[in-house]
Each structure stands twice: as C-alpha cells, then as structure tokens.
C-alpha cells in the first residue's frame, strides 16, 4: 500500500530525483566517524540540528497548554508539570536542549573556525551561522522569561538594564521589549510573541540558507 502511494504521489511531482539526491549523496572520507577518529568533531553541526528539532517539537507541545498573560502563566506551567501526562518530561527536554543547543552550537563554531571551515567560498555561510547562534541566544533569553517566576522576572530586569545601556540605541531597545515602564503584561506578551512567532521564523530562514550552501560548496575540506 505504502509502495502504491509512493508511486502515485511520484507520478505527479516526481519526488524521486529529489529523494535519490539526497540518499546517494556521498560524503567526503574525512568526515566518515569510521576512517578518522577526528571526523567525530563534524558531527557537532548534525546535533545541534538535531537538538533544535526537539526544541521545536517540544516548544510546539508546551505552547498548547502554556497561558502568555500574568495571571495565568506560572499556573500554566505549574499545571504542565504536574498534571499534564509526561509534561514534566517535555518541558524538561525544552529547559535543558535550550542549554545544550548553546553548547553544542559553540562546538560547532570553534570547529568551523579552527578547521578554517569558515574562509572563500564559505564567508556567507560562516556569516549566517553567526546570525543563527545570536538567533539562539535570543531565544534563550527571550523563553527564559515564560514560566513568569522570581528569577525569570529578576533576570529580565536585568537583561532590560543591558539593552538600555547600548549606545544610541538603547532606550529604544528597552521600550521595544518591555512595552512600558515596568517589566509586566506587556513585556510578557512580546517576550513570548518573539519567542514563539518572530525568531523561530527568522531561523528556519536563516537553516534553509545555510544547508542550501552547504549542499552548493560541499563541505569543507580536513585542517
């Protein structure tokens, strides 16, 4: 049956050209875990892109019980984790992969940087991966603020001082994210709508981009 649908979903798009490149496409020996031990430091891309998948999966899932107002959103969280079948699990995974895709991240870029991974043709490429991990960063900083606690609303305070301390355009930065004067409903909801909405849009963009490069220039050659 399955064979069936394959066929006749092939005959109209013609899906297995596409399929056939990306199964048959070969990857160079230095990278291959089986000839080189040091080929074991190119799979930190692989797993910082397979940990942002769990945080995607995970996020879409604690967003169906998660309430982005005042009066609700501690309880929300409260109610994910004691109440909700394996919420306690789910949100985990989300509150550590946040930490882990940081660290697997920064693996990443000192392997691009000190394999000279990132020098002609690859420029583009190494600066869409610095746009991606300042992406990251962002949406750390901006779902730390979610469960609407003592330390999420104390840090973000502090993160609002920092932004108003950049010259020039400082004061604009700290009106654009808290939305008034204090840190409280407005804020919460922008927080939670560039959280959610704006960076995550911002970074399928910016991982289309930087996989189509990959594919185009190959990947880079051993140090």
Not at 94 to 107: D, E, K, P, R
Not at 196 to 222: D, Y
Request: aromatic share 14%; proline share 4%; charged share 15%.
């Amino acid at each position: 049956m399955l064979q069936k649908l394959y066929d006749y979903i092939d005959e109209r798009l013609d899906i297995t050209p596409m399929w056939r490149d990306i199964a048959d496409h070969e990857v160079p020996e230095h990278v291959n875990p089986a000839h080189h031990f040091s080929a074991f430091v190119y799979c930190f891309g692989g797993l910082t892109f397979f940990v942002t998948v769990i945080q995607i999966l995970s996020g879409m899932f604690l967003t169906m019980y998660y309430v982005p107002d005042i009066v609700n959103a501690h309880a929300s969280v409260y109610f994910l984790q004691s109440e909700v079948a394996q919420g306690v699990i789910v949100r985990g995974m989300h509150h550590w992969g946040a930490s882990l895709v940081i660290v697997m991240m920064f693996l990443h870029t000192l392997r691009v940087f000190f394999t000279g991974s990132y020098k002609k043709p690859r420029e583009l490429n190494w600066v869409v991966g610095v746009l991606i991990f300042f992406v990251m960063l962002g949406l750390g900083l901006t779902g730390y603020l979610l469960p609407w606690d003592m330390k999420a609303y104390f840090a973000t305070v502090v993160t609002l001082e920092i932004a108003e301390s950049v010259p020039l355009i400082g004061d604009f930065a700290k009106a654009l994210l808290a939305g008034g004067e204090v840190v409280g409903a407005a804020t919460l909801a922008r927080f939670f709508a560039i959280h959610v909405f704006f960076l995550p849009a911002a970074l399928l963009g910016l991982l289309g981009a930087h996989f189509i490069m990959i594919r185009r220039q190959g990947i880079s050659g051993p140090l």
